[in-house]
């Protein structure tokens, strides 16, 4: 097993400027703790967002860790010019000296396209069109602009990524056809649903790597949490009973406003959210009990934390991810909850 982090970065109330120096200095503390990856979310226009631009953020994040790895789970890839996304790529791999990882996706948000002026039913099609040129230019090291005279194809990228051919990839599944896909394009994999639904993606997208490259370590396979650890259950369930509904109104909040229907809806309450499985709260034996439960259910081998929401304070997260590294994290690290 090992372990990750899954922030939306939504707003807890503070202002900006504070609210990226409380987040930097946990993510430090995810940095020292020993997780493998810091995923963040891309939003607009949206208190579920505090990085509408994932690239600013994870400059900072890129300067004030030394181990961790990170990266956007996703970038909205229609929202961008190839171009713009191919270079902010490199020089995020370059400044972190190779700790980038990369996760693409058309979004979530019907209103955050048209933000953008573009219409969310061209989003599939845009995201497609986009990635592949990319990921040729990654494969090719040269950028070609498709349509453009000759003297604007294959020109030499000034800056290439440091990790080669190109950083890793993460694709976020909500479906048996999504798990497919990461399966037969060789990504990581992240689900937000049940332990359940996760267990049939993980059999699937396994059986596909095996009929296809064998015996060759295949990539990883997570599913998402919110996690809360406190000294005691009821210390924990108090903060995370508080916390949670901020979320929510923040996930909610361009749904709301626009009266748009939700893809991916969220029950309103954290006892809702826990007793579907995709959340825990409680003391460190409490959580490593559930969680161990969950991670044998779902057939994964990484765990991605939801440990800052809502309106937790600074204080509140530091000390949950401090009970988790210290009492969760290495019990949980030695099982290999995968079918063989």
Not at 236 to 258: G, V
Not at 308 to 325: N, P, Y
């Amino acid at each position: 097993m090992e372990f990750g982090i899954f922030d939306h970065l939504d707003s807890n109330g503070s202002t900006p400027h504070a609210y990226y120096r409380d987040r930097l200095a946990l993510i430090e503390r995810y940095d020292n703790a020993g997780f493998y990856a810091y995923h963040c979310a891309e939003h607009h226009l949206s208190p579920l967002g505090m990085a509408p631009s994932p690239s600013v953020f994870l400059a900072s994040v890129a300067e004030r860790t030394t181990r961790l790895r990170f990266g956007p789970l996703v970038y909205a890839v229609p929202l961008y010019h190839p171009l713009r996304l191919l270079e902010e790529i490199c020089m995020l791999d370059q400044l972190s000296g190779g700790r980038l990882e990369m996760g693409f996706g058309r979004g979530s948000s019907r209103a955050e396209n048209r933000y953008f002026g573009q219409a969310f039913e061209e989003a599939e099609q845009v995201y497609s069109d986009t990635l592949a040129i990319v990921l040729d230019a990654f494969a090719t090291r040269t950028f070609s602009i498709p349509g453009a005279a000759e003297t604007f194809q294959e020109m030499p990228l000034p800056i290439e990524p440091f990790q080669k051919p190109h950083p890793p990839i993460w694709y976020g599944v909500h479906s048996m056809a999504s798990a497919e896909r990461a399966a037969r394009q060789g990504l990581h994999l992240v689900s937000l649903d049940t332990s359940a639904e996760t267990r049939e993606y993980a059999l699937l997208f396994r059986a596909i790597w095996r009929e296809l490259h064998g015996a060759a370590p295949a990539p990883k396979v997570g599913i998402g949490k919110f996690i809360v650890v406190a000294d005691d259950d009821a210390t924990a369930l108090r903060i995370a009973r508080r916390a949670y509904p901020r979320w929510h109104q923040n996930f909610t909040h361009s749904l709301r406003r626009h009266g748009i229907r939700s893809t991916h809806a969220r029950p309103g309450t954290f006892d809702e959210m826990a007793a579907q499985g995709k959340a825990v709260a409680g003391s460190p034996g409490s959580v490593l009990a559930a969680l161990e439960r969950e991670v044998d259910e779902a057939l994964v081998d990484y765990l991605v934390g939801q440990f800052a929401f809502g309106d937790l304070t600074l204080a509140e997260a530091d000390r949950s991810v401090e009970l988790f590294a210290a009492a969760v994290m290495p019990a949980l690290r030695t099982r290999v909850p995968v079918a063989s």
